[in-house]
């Protein structure tokens, strides 16, 4: 039965033959949208046909990479399903079914090319200027004769025959598309060991697991025009097709899956402590807008506001810059409790102390200056283990006024007592301004002094931060030292 107008049925389909890839996140992104966004139902297929390269750890970490992002699936290999197996490795007879369909209806053929023969004609096709294609040497076989070779055990694949003309489909981002048959040629549906290629899996896949839109990126443009004709063949409805422009970086080339380039996977940003709302964030907005111009946007607004309409056909610049700018944005929009549990696991796996009292004051204290929780254990070193004075911050410490009025404050915190009285950063603010008042110094002279003694930087977090972080013990001695 075929799907009512209205229903949305989407998948997400990677190859476990390598990791998460920021492209395939955005693709995966943009199916699970769209069928948040219709009440509809996405599916999770997994296409490993390729034996050699694929493994269920592949497989398991990838899924591990959506679910990180909050990319929940409602059918699939896990979770189970109407049109189980969800492993195209486990549907081998559904596509043996379908290709003697074509076989019977004339629409395919069996192929007893050698692939070394296949290899000699494209040479000789390049070497006269040809692009390679099959010439349909056994399209031209009698069907009977073809079935007896096949069944005396001569190896071969079954192609698909390409009528003549133009193939066309309407995509829901780019419009009308046409493509000339002739420029496909007479295709692979089954391999000789009997595994389906890509196009052929797709399709039948598809129309058995009834999804309704398929969501990817335009390079499958080709692919599409093959799976059209292929629909066609077989007498069922094509579902329709969206083909998403590009991730170019920030060079304009390819964002490839390359070694080398940091971030190109998802797993990268997870491991660097980046929020996957974030990542979720800027991937949205590589190719789509939201219509109140908004930025900085959750899951449950990207859900609210997500639809094909507004997706562009212009390929997307992969922005370093504004993926920072959007992960700090995203960080500091969490509870402070909430965060300084997620940066536990950083301090601990840095070797620092990750009680989460010490982890709510030093995420407290840096967290408007970093993008990911990664950059929280290099922050809490430099505090606990600064290092030599600069020229500019040892000038600060050296006039006069600033010793007399660190002494002061040192003064002033020692006679406190810690025991029966703790201070907080806020009141040990207070204690600074007091003794400015005392000594005439405000300002700048005021404030600067205590940092540089602090830290022995110039600039940083806020004071009253900088001593929760640290604490009163550290923070006197520090500033005792600084004053002599």
């Known amino acids: 039965m075929r799907l009512e107008s209205n229903e949305h049925r989407l998948r997400f389909a990677p190859s476990p033959t390598g990791r998460l890839h920021v492209g395939s996140a955005r693709t995966a992104l943009y199916n699970w949208l ?59 007879a559904v596509y043996a079914a379908r290709a003697r369909q074509l076989l019977e209806a004339g629409r395919a053929f069996r192929c007893f090319c050698s692939d070394e023969l296949l290899a000699t004609k494209r040479e000789a096709q390049r070497a006269a200027g040809e692009e390679p294609h099959y010439d349909g040497t056994c399209r031209r076989l009698d069907a009977g004769e073809a079935g007896r070779r096949a069944q005396s055990g001569e190896t071969h694949t079954i192609r698909f025959h390409v009528p003549g003309g133009v193939v066309r489909f309407d995509d829901l981002v780019r419009g ?54 292929l629909y066609a063949a077989l007498g069922i409805p094509a579902p329709q097709f969206a083909h998403l422009a590009l991730i170019l970086d920030e060079d304009r080339s390819k964002l490839s899956k390359r070694e080398g380039r940091e971030g190109t996977y998802a797993y990268e940003y997870r491991d660097a402590g980046f929020l996957p709302g974030a990542l979720v964030n800027f991937l949205a907005l590589l190719g789509w807008s939201s219509p109140s111009g908004d930025d900085i946007l959750d899951l449950e ?58 982890a709510a004051a030093w995420t407290a204290a840096f967290k408007d200056g970093i993008a990911c929780l990664g950059e929280l254990p290099p922050r809490v070193r430099e505090l606990l283990h600064p290092g030599p ?51 005439g110094v405000r300002g700048k002279s005021l404030f600067m002094p205590a940092r540089v003694a602090l830290t022995g930087r110039l600039h940083g977090p806020e004071l009253a931060l900088l001593f929760d972080a640290m604490g009163r013990e550290t923070a006197t001695k520090r500033i005792r030292d600084a004053a002599r």
Request: net charge negative; aromatic share 6%.
């Open 34 to 92: 769209l069928a948040r966004h219709h009440a509809g139902v996405l599916v999770l297929r997994i296409e490993d046909t390729d034996a050699e390269r694929s493994t269920r750890d592949l497989e398991e970490r990838l899924m591990a990479d959506l679910h990180w992002m909050g990319l929940e699936w409602d059918e699939g290999p896990d979770v189970g399903g109407p049109h189980a197996p969800y492993r195209q490795s486990e549907r081998a």
């Open 389 to 439: 004075l600069d020229a500019e911050a040892a000038a600060v410490l050296g006039q006069e006024e600033a010793r007399r009025l660190l002494d002061t404050l040192a003064d002033r915190l020692e006679r406190v007592p810690g025991d029966t009285q703790p201070m907080d950063g806020a009141q040990f603010k207070r204690l600074l301004q007091e003794c400015g008042r005392e000594l």
């Open 176 to 229: 009308p598309m046409e493509i000339d048959s002739a420029t496909l040629g007479d295709f692979v549906l089954l391999r000789s060991n009997g595994v389906p290629t890509y196009n052929f899996a797709c399709v039948a896949d598809d129309a058995e697991m009834q999804i309704s839109h398929v969501v990817r990126g335009d390079d499958h443009l080709y692919n599409t025009a093959r799976q059209v004709m």
């Open 301 to 358: 607004r990207l859900v609210q506001e997500f639809d094909l309409d507004r997706v562009s056909k212009s390929p997307a610049i992969f922005d370093a810059r504004k993926l920072r700018w959007m992960a700090g944005e995203h960080l500091r929009a969490q509870p402070l409790e909430a965060l300084a549990e997620r940066a536990r696991p950083f301090l601990r796996a840095a070797g620092l102390p990750d009680d989460p009292e010490r």
